[in-house]
């Protein structure tokens, strides 16, 4: 037996056993004991299935994904969005849970050819759907986004969105646009969003962000001139915070709250945290 969760390119959906995740567009269903159901007994459950992935091996045992058409009523189940599993609970369910969503989303909007419109199918031993008629594959997409904590001594730059929870400040964050390095992106969203100037960029680390495909690249910049002038629509308010008064700040595991934590601790020599992948 491996320990821990790993993602595999495809199991024999006709191989009976293992676990299963159900999702819905409500989110994943659960009970007391989480998400994961013994396969056998979910697929008894007369739930409306519209596809079945196998996704991984957690400790070993196969895990499959009934990706469902509606959220059916499972007597003593309930449905939790995959923002309620990254805030809380076991981290490695989140995982799976991220790759499971991020699989069933692709394989949903990929059933037919970007290109010609014909139905594609799925190749055999690769995460990856084939239209025959036009020879093209599809693989799972990635977006990649730059997220940057902006730093003067002693002072931490931080902003909202109007999508934000009240009174919750964050770094800035990005999609990468093509043609662009990652420095690119990030100069820019610094730009567009505060329309201020950085130096000294330095990548922290990374993370998967699957709401829905992003790949989160963490860096930190030191400011390097203007004043800060918000983006309409895009950022309500931004500002410089001590770090010994931050406003309330994102969720204990993302990257963006690692940046923020890392700053601070390396600040004051403090133990530094620890980035969940
Ligand atoms: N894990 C973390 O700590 C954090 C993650 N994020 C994530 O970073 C990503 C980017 O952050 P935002 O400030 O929202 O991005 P942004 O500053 O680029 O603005 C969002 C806009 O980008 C466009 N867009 C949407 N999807 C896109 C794609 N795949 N490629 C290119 N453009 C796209 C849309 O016009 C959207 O309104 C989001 O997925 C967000 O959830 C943001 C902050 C913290
Ligand atoms: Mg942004
Ligand atoms: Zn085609």
């Known amino acids: 037996m491996t320990p821990g969760w790993i993602t595999t390119t495809l199991l024999d959906n006709d191989a009976p056993g293992g676990w299963a995740v159900a999702r819905s567009r409500e ?25 079945e992935h196998g996704i991984g091996h957690l400790d070993g045992e196969p895990v499959y994904l009934l990706e469902l058409d509606s959220p059916a009523d499972v007597p003593g189940c309930s449905w939790q969005g995959l923002r309620g599993f990254m805030l809380q609970g076991d981290h490695t369910l989140y995982k799976v849970l991220g790759y499971a969503a991020q699989i069933g989303t692709w394989a949903r909007e990929h059933r037919f050819c970007g290109s010609c419109g014909q139905a594609m199918v799925q190749v055999p031993r690769e995460r990856a759907m ?18 940057v904590l902006v730093t003067r001594g002693d002072d931490i730059l931080l902003a909202r969105s109007p999508r934000f929870v009240t009174g919750v400040y964050s770094t800035l964050a990005g999609f990468a646009e093509p043609g662009e390095s990652a420095e690119d992106c990030l100069i820019r969203e610094v730009r567009e969003e505060v329309q201020l100037e950085v130096k000294n ?6 993370q998967c962000w699957p709401f829905p495909h992003s790949m989160m690249l963490g860096f930190h910049a030191e400011y390097a001139g203007g004043d800060i002038v918000p983006q309409a629509d895009e950022i309500e308010d931004a500002q410089w915070f001590n770090i010994h008064e931050l406003p309330p700040l994102p969720a204990s595991r993302s990257i963006a709250r690692y940046l923020i934590d890392l700053y601070v601790a390396r600040r004051l020599g403090h133990a530094e945290p620890v980035l969940p992948g």
């Open 27 to 51: 989110g994943f269903l659960h009970d007391t004991n989480g998400p994961l159901f013994p396969r056998e007994w979910l697929k008894r459950q007369d739930l409306p299935v519209f596809a």
């Open 130 to 147: 084939y239209c025959q008629a036009c020879d093209l594959r599809s693989y799972p997409r990635i977006s990649p986004s730059m997220i």
């Open 201 to 206: 960029i330095q990548y922290m680390g990374s």
